[in-house]
């Protein structure tokens, strides 16, 4: 990935954690770095790390998942 378009994923995924909404343009622009990183990413055959790395990350994404809608009812609460 060069330097340019690294830096502006980074933006993108910046935003992403911190759960601010990006327009689909956007979204697909992130998705699809986020895939080449994956892509580029080498790991190590420790099987059990990865497994424990997955099981954090599921954990993680149900988190974000519970804080984005506790988030939106306290929009509309709010507003």
């Known amino acids: 990935m060069s330097e340019a378009i690294n830096e502006d ?13 990006l327009t689909s343009e956007e979204r697909a622009v992130y998705e699809a770095g986020l895939t080449r990183r994956h892509q580029e990413e080498v790991l190590d055959n420790d ?11 599921a954990a993680l ?3 974000q ?15």
Do not use: P
């Open 9 to 21: 994923w980074l933006v993108l995924h910046r935003r992403a954690a911190r759960g601010e909404d």
């Open 61 to 63: 994404e149900k988190e």
């Open 47 to 57: 099987l059990a790390d990865l497994a424990a790395a997955r099981i954090q990350v």
């Open 65 to 79: 998942s519970e804080l984005k809608a506790q988030r939106d009812f306290l929009r509309c609460v709010l507003n």
